[in-house]
């Protein structure tokens, strides 16, 4: 045991000695020897080291912009992490304005080769430059050689025309073990600052003198006979700058946690946002933002509001549809979400903007978010519907920290009808009124007026959606059961089952159930409504088994909810640091009853409970009766909210625990004389 725990003492010793070197290049034969990180013997690799500067540039005639130079050496122990050599670059590259530049500086693989160390330069053929959008793009590279144990390195500098400072990112999916940051801003320019995540960040303020350089050319004299001449001056400006310096060590890896959005929104990092500017002699400019001032000036885009008063394209279909409708008005609502679904197919690509224009993309079938939904809402609109344009933040995008325009990426329509607000989103085929995909479930959205005025609009449904099922249990004394089994999926659970499903043959769907069942034999299976989105999924099937039941001696024991059974808890952390995020509220009823065989009797039943959460937040009960050769079985799962707090995670993790203790009780059932 000494021995060991010496092994380990100058193992993390030998770690720290050997990660002290940073400059670029110099990885030595230690590093590439490690077999694992000290901190962190699971990481599969660890960012060995980061270090970034952003800094102001300043260029004659063109002034500021942003310089930030990223230099990062990453050591990958095996291949489950061989992703890490692959870096993604993403920069600003409006169409038809100046774009953010990219430049791989230095980019190396470094890896053992019988005993000595061996480098490998990445060749440009291996760099790609793909168009994401018609804002942003991004430069992708991957390293050379790669193998278990090897370390890639980069340096790399953005240039940017623009004032705003990228986010400073801390944490990963692994580990971090030195992390360095220096930020330099003018004492022109004024930024918000918010530090996002749980990790205690190490930082400095100081203050520092610059300078600027002008140079002038101007030309004196001259005449017929004698040349002009030409005479140089120059002038320094000092200003002070800011500067923020971060040091931090052992940054632990940034672990996804069951039922999480999107992961990016606890990652540790540190948002610049330029608030003001004040230059000499001048008045202070200010550039922050209410969210009003956002939404007033997505209005005012060429791509947003004017799009919505475009209307000769969609003339003709607009006119049939209110025909066959006449003035009811939830008809038409419903007319033209269908056809806007069916004529116009999202091409993936979110967007508060339009990308082809609402005229094109009609014209092709094909379009972005805002293509469909602007086209939709403008239809709406033509119709006498009261209707706007709802911007949000998908999941994926994360939670806007500031007013921004870029705190949006996706358009949805909000009709205000009966004093209730219906959503509507035409890019999802399988979606109905006031349900929409999970992708779009991301707390709240904002509805823009014509005039630009903006009002909050809860994204999270009201109606619960439900999956319920029903059997019938027939039990033989030889250890077979035979059922029959009804499934009715509601609201987002229908929603989910038609996108997994709608697509895909009976054949292949009803594998996937018997697999996930406890690998039971299904036959006479039927699915309705399957692409009737407006009723209830209803799925039926019979099934036998013989592994859902044990046969000891005289007795026979068998879960009561069988396959439906809630057996393992997905909160098994002691203490957890993000919010409980399930998306929607959603509710499991189970109602089975069972035939026992003859010739046997009840000699167990488990009880009957109840349990809450607190506030109301989510409920199971479960309840069993038998009386002659019947038992009956009904229970409920219902969590009443979308977001679960997490100071209250030793309840819900308490909570599942009594669900799975009762769902693990068994019922015996004795054979009688």
């Known amino acids: 045991m ?13 770690t720290q000695m050997i990660a002290q070197n940073y400059k670029f290049g110099k990885v ?66 409006p169409k038809g304005s100046t774009s953010e ?3 791989i500086q230095d980019a190396k693989t470094y890896v053992l080769e019988n005993g000595k160390r061996q480098s490998y330069k990445l060749n440009k053929k291996d760099t790609y430059n793909v168009k994401l959008n018609k804002y942003w793009s991004e430069e992708k590279f991957s390293m050379p050689n790669i193998s278990e144990g090897c370390i890639v390195e980069w340096r790399y500098k953005i240039t940017s025309p623009y004032r705003g400072i990228n986010k400073v990112i801390m944490q990963y999916e692994i580990p971090v073990e030195k992390f360095q940051c220096k930020i330099e801003i003018p004492e022109y320019y004024n930024y918000n600052v918010k530090h996002t995540g749980y990790l205690q960040v190490n930082s400095t303020v100081s203050t520092k003198y610059d300078k600027i350089v002008l140079n002038t050319k101007s030309r004196s004299g001259g005449s017929f006979f004698t040349p002009s001449k030409t005479s140089f001056s120059s002038q320094n400006i000092d200003y002070m700058s800011k500067v923020i310096i971060i040091d931090n060590e052992n940054i632990p890896a940034l672990m996804e946690e069951p039922y999480m959005n999107n992961i990016n929104n606890y990652r540790s990092g540190i948002e610049f946002e330029l608030s003001s500017t004040k230059w000499p002699n001048e008045p202070i400019k200010y550039y922050s933002k209410s969210w009003e001032d956002v939404t007033k000036t997505i209005y005012k885009e060429n791509e947003f509001g004017r799009e919505l008063n475009k209307s000769s394209y969609y003339k003709d279909d607009l006119e049939k549809i209110i025909v066959e409708c006449g003035d009811n008005k939830t008809k038409i609502i419903l007319a033209l979400f269908e056809f806007v679904k069916q004529k116009v197919k999202w091409n993936g690509y979110k967007g508060v903007f339009t990308d082809k224009g609402v005229k094109e993309a009609f014209k092709t079938g094909v379009g972005n978010s805002a293509d469909i939904n602007l086209i939709l809402i403008a239809m709406l609109r033509e119709a ?16 806007p920290i500031f007013p921004t325009i870029n705190g949006f990426n996706f358009v949805i329509a909000a009709v205000e ?22 992708r779009n479930l991301n707390w709240e959205g904002r509805i823009v007026r014509e005039e630009g005025t903006s009002l909050l609009v809860d994204l999270i449904p009201s109606d619960m959606s439900y999956t319920n099922s029903t059997m019938n249990i027939s039990i033989d004394g030889e250890g077979t059961i035979e059922g029959k089994r009804r499934v009715q999926y509601t609201n987002l659970n229908a929603l989910k089952y038609r996108n997994k499903y709608s697509k895909i043959k009976d054949e292949d769907i009803f594998n996937n159930i018997e ?31 013989e592994d859902l039941i044990s046969v000891i001696g005289d007795k026979i024991y068998f879960k009561p909810l069988f396959f439906d059974a809630i057996t393992e808890n997905p909160f098994k952390l002691e203490k957890r640091k993000f919010p409980i995020d399930f998306g929607a509220p959603a509710g499991v009823k189970n109602r089975i009853n069972i035939n026992i065989p003859e010739g046997y009797a009840v000699e167990f039943l488990p009880k009957s409970i109840a349990v809450a959460l607190p506030n109301n937040y989510g409920l199971y009960k479960f309840n069993i009766s038998a009386a002659g050769n019947k038992i009956n079985i009904f229970s409920t799962f219902q969590m009443n909210t979308a977001l679960y707090p997490v100071a209250a995670y030793s309840e819900i993790k308490e909570f599942y625990k009594m669900i799975i203790n009762k769902n693990l009780e068994q019922v015996v059932l004795r054979k009688v004389s």
Do not use: C, M
Request: proline fraction near 3%.
């Open 417 to 438: 009808i009966d004093n209730k607000v219906l959503l509507l989103d035409a890019t999802e085929e399988n979606s109905t009124p006031n349900v929409l995909p999970l």
């Open 28 to 93: 030595s034969k230690e590093e590439l020897e490690e077999q694992f990180y000290s901190q962190d013997s699971s990481a599969n690799a660890v960012v060995l080291f980061k270090k970034r500067r952003t800094y102001f540039e300043y260029e004659q005639k063109e002034g500021f912009g942003v310089v930030t130079e990223i230099h990062e050496r990453i050591k990958i122990y095996n291949k489950e992490d061989f992703s890490w050599a692959t870096k993604k670059i993403k920069y600003y590259s």
């Open 2 to 14: 000494r021995k060991i725990i010496i092994a380990l003492i100058i193992g993390v010793i030998t």
């Open 515 to 545: 697999e996930k069942n406890g690998n039971i034999e299904i036959f006479d299976f039927e699915i309705r409504n399957k692409n009737e989105i407006y009723n209830p999924v209803v799925e039926t099937y019979k099934f036998i088994s």
């Open 101 to 103: 530049d990219v430049n």
């Open 384 to 399: 006498k519907i009261n209707a706007n344009p709802v911007i949000l933040s998908t999941r994926d995008h994360g939670i």
